[in-house]
């Protein structure tokens, strides 16, 4: 349960009970969780901010609990390695004090809190010869964490005064160069006077807040509760709105607070107001989401080159359709997260089909002849014809030549033809070595001019084709 004036306990007191390092126990009643969460995701979002709380917070978030403010040294900067540190130093001195830092947030971390006090003192005021370092948000925050408490402290190290002084003195130093560390000091600082019953004050705290860091979900949260702490819900309702629309965790959180008890007509009445926004919002993203899906299934239909795999993106789909069917703010909430994962498959699925879609139109439009360049081509076919007109002639001259040195078989068989026989071979042969020569290279010019108008078409025909891809491609990626 998180600490409020309304259980009648001091903020010590509050410390020495279970609630204050307890998760979020979020009884609610039927008529919230039918607007809220099924069981079964409520369960599931209770053991996820158990799971953060035992491995420790990014940021301030629904799962926090001021009772474990001692979460806040991992967060931001508190979080720097000592070798960060002194590489901001400028001298000896502040070398010094981010050492008396470092040994007082070990210190912290170790539950020794009388030490860590000491040390972070020393590293804000300095000791003996060292004059320490003031202009460090880092030293005052940590000091406020201590003189805040938790669930480990001593009562006597507990001064909330003194808390808010240091969180304030935090913010200050922040404010130029970290205005989010600023912002959180400032909200620690607002916690401060809320334990402290100073309502105004607190409230005055986290508007500062929210003007340095407005994605502080924590401070959305706690204005909301002041509001509630006042008996005035009318004016917390749009503070918690913009606590949930940045952690919808803090649905169950509400149910977990005593300032909020008093007022679950109002909270109700919210809560239904923002599932019919979550519905109405699911509603157009999943008509919009199905009509681009059947237009890119019309698309793909026509151009066989572009043949997206959309199964995947139709069984998320129909499981957003199914999650949100519960009818609860959780489950719209999780249905537009199916349909922000289908629009990750989707565009995966679009991205994979214009690859395979540009090598599939590279292989259909390559031109049949393979060679490197157009003249490549040209003179490969042109030598390959040329080789086998010459090895005709070449053919032609041996016979020749076979029947000049069987002259005499030729004078026995035709003797009235052996002068002219004998006469003409010599010309015959020279003949056909003079023809072969001319005869190589028309044919060879001629097969080139084929070949470059055959090969310029298939070129001028692939190009075209490729040039529809990818104005094709273009528009499915667009859609």
Same mark, same amino acid.
């Given at each position: 349960?998180?600490?409020?004036?309304?259980?009648?306990?001091?903020?010590?007191?509050?410390?020495?009970?279970?609630?204050?390092?307890?998760?979020?126990?979020?009884?609610?009643?039927?008529?919230?969780?039918?607007?809220?969460?099924?069981?079964?995701?409520?369960?599931?979002?209770?053991?996820?901010?158990?799971?953060?709380?035992?491995?420790?917070?990014?940021?301030?978030?629904?799962?926090?609990?001021?009772?474990?403010?001692?979460?806040?040294?991992?967060?931001?900067?508190?979080?720097?390695?000592?070798?960060?540190?002194?590489?901001?130093?400028?001298?000896?001195?502040?070398?010094?004090?981010?050492?008396?830092?470092?040994?007082?947030?070990?210190?912290?971390k170790r539950h020794l809190f009388d030490d860590a006090l000491t040390?972070?003192?020393?590293?804000?005021?300095?000791?003996?010869?060292?004059?320490?370092?003031?202009?460090?948000?880092?030293?005052?925050?940590?000091?406020?964490?201590?003189?805040?408490?938790?669930?480990?402290?001593?009562?006597?190290?507990?001064?909330?005064?003194?808390?808010?002084?240091?969180?304030?003195?935090?913010?200050?130093?922040?404010?130029?160069?970290?205005?989010?560390?600023?912002?959180?000091?400032?909200?620690?600082?607002?916690?401060?006077?809320?334990?402290?019953?100073?309502?105004?004050?607190?409230?005055?705290?986290?508007?500062?807040?929210?003007?340095?860091?407005?994605?502080?979900?924590?401070?959305?949260?706690?204005?909301?509760?002041?509001?509630?702490?006042?008996?005035?819900?009318?004016?917390?309702?749009?503070?918690?709105?913009?606590?949930?629309?940045?952690?919808?965790?803090?649905?169950?959180?509400?149910?977990?607070?005593?300032?909020?008890?008093?007022?679950?007509?109002?909270?109700?009445?919210?809560?239904?107001?923002?599932?019919?926004?979550?519905?109405?919002?699911?509603?157009?993203?999943?008509?919009?989401?199905?009509?681009?899906?059947?237009?890119?299934?019309?698309?793909?239909?026509? @151009?066989?080159?572009?043949? !997206?795999? $959309?199964?995947?993106? =139709?069984?998320? &789909?129909?499981? #957003?359709? /199914?999650? %949100?069917? +519960?009818?609860?703010?959780?489950? @719209?909430?999780?249905?537009? !997260?199916? $349909?922000?994962?289908? =629009?990750?498959? &989707?565009?995966? #699925?679009? /991205?994979? %089909?214009? +690859?395979?879609?540009?090598?599939?139109?590279?292989?259909?439009?390559?031109?049949?002849?393979?060679?490197?360049?157009?003249?490549?081509? #040209?003179?490969?076919? %042109?030598?390959?014809?040329?080789?086998?007109?010459?090895?005709?002639?070449?053919?032609?001259?041996?016979?020749?030549?076979?029947?000049?040195?069987?002259?005499?078989?030729?004078?026995?068989?035709?003797?009235?033809?052996?002068?002219?026989?004998?006469?003409?071979?010599?010309?015959?042969?020279?003949?056909?070595?003079?023809?072969?020569?001319?005869?190589?290279?028309?044919?060879?010019?001629?097969?080139?001019?084929?070949?470059?108008?055959?090969?310029?078409?298939?070129?001028?025909?692939?190009?075209?084709?490729?040039?529809?891809?990818?104005?094709?491609a273009k528009q499915l990626l667009q859609m």
């Open positions: 349960m998180q600490f409020s004036h309304r259980s009648g306990v001091t903020w010590g007191d509050y410390l020495l009970t279970e609630s204050a390092t307890a998760s979020i126990n979020a009884g609610m009643r039927s008529q919230t969780q039918a607007l809220v969460a099924s069981q079964e995701r409520t369960q599931q979002s209770m053991q996820q901010m158990s799971e953060q709380l035992q491995s420790g917070l990014a940021e301030l978030s629904a799962a926090f609990n001021w009772g474990m403010s001692e979460l806040l040294i991992a967060i931001g900067d508190l979080n720097d390695t000592l070798e960060q540190l002194i590489a901001l130093a400028r001298n000896p001195s502040q070398t010094w004090a981010y050492e008396q830092f470092n040994i007082a947030r070990d210190a912290f040390y972070v003192n020393s590293a804000i005021d300095g000791s003996a010869s060292q004059t320490g370092y003031r202009l460090d948000h880092r030293f005052h925050m940590l000091l406020g964490l201590i003189r805040l408490g938790n669930h480990h402290s001593d009562a006597d190290l507990i001064d909330l005064p003194a808390a808010e002084q240091a969180f304030l003195a935090a913010a200050k130093y922040a404010k130029a160069t970290a205005p989010e560390e600023a912002g959180r000091a400032m909200l620690s600082a607002a916690w401060a006077a809320y334990c402290q019953a100073q309502i105004e004050q607190a409230e005055s705290y986290v508007s500062e807040a929210l003007a340095l860091n407005s994605q502080l979900s924590e401070a959305h949260f706690l204005q909301a509760k002041l509001y509630m702490a006042k008996d005035l819900p009318a004016g917390a309702l749009m503070p918690l709105s913009q606590a949930i629309a940045l952690d919808r965790d803090y649905m169950l959180k509400v149910q977990d607070d005593p300032d909020f008890e008093p007022h679950q007509a109002q909270i109700e009445s919210l809560y239904a107001q923002l599932v019919d926004s979550k519905k109405e919002q699911f509603a157009q993203q999943q008509q919009s989401f199905v009509a681009r899906l059947e237009a890119i299934k019309d698309f793909k239909a026509g @151009y066989r080159f572009l043949n !997206a795999d $959309l199964s995947e993106v =139709e069984d998320t &789909l129909k499981q #957003a359709a /199914q999650i %949100a069917a +519960e009818g609860n703010y959780f489950a @719209y909430d999780d249905g537009l !997260a199916a $349909l922000r994962h289908a =629009e990750t498959q &989707l565009a995966n #699925a679009k /991205q994979q %089909a214009v +690859e395979q879609g540009r090598e599939d139109i590279r292989n259909a439009t390559q031109p049949k002849y393979r060679a490197a360049t157009p003249e490549d081509q #040209a003179r490969n076919q %042109a030598q390959d014809k040329g080789c086998l007109a010459t090895l005709v002639i070449f053919v032609l001259w041996s016979i020749a030549l076979y029947v000049y040195v069987k002259l005499e078989v030729v004078r026995n068989m035709w003797p009235t033809w052996y002068d002219p026989i004998v006469e003409m071979l010599p010309l015959w042969i020279a003949s056909l070595l003079f023809v072969a020569i001319p005869l190589y290279y028309i044919l060879k010019g001629v097969l080139r001019v084929r070949f470059n108008r055959k090969y310029k078409q298939e070129a001028i025909n692939g190009e075209a084709r490729r040039e529809e891809f990818a104005q094709k």
